[in-house]
């Protein structure tokens, strides 16, 4: 993280930034800098504060992923 940050100054000013509102954290490949919020209400207000140079989108998470969803059933069925 540490290096990320160092390496990409945006990811630097994203973490600065919503850590004043959450607790951000890196996507596994650190290339997304995320923070969950209580509320949708709360995230839409923060998102109205994002520092000149960022872009900000507020989103659901979910709780598993629509592609395992779709593709559950392939493993599901028996090779003979």
């Known amino acids: 993280e540490a290096l990320v940050k160092r390496l990409y100054p945006k990811v630097g000013l994203a973490f600065r930034w919503l850590l004043d509102y ?8 650190g290339g997304t800098v995320f923070a969950p919020f209580a509320s949708y209400k709360e995230a839409l207000a923060v998102s109205q504060t994002v520092p ?3 872009s900000c989108k507020v989103v659901k998470a979910l709780s598993r992923s629509p592609l395992h969803e779709t593709m559950e059933p392939l493993f599901d069925k028996q090779c003979v």
């Open 22 to 29: 959450s607790h951000p954290r890196l996507s596994g490949s």
């Open 52 to 54: 000149a140079g960022l």
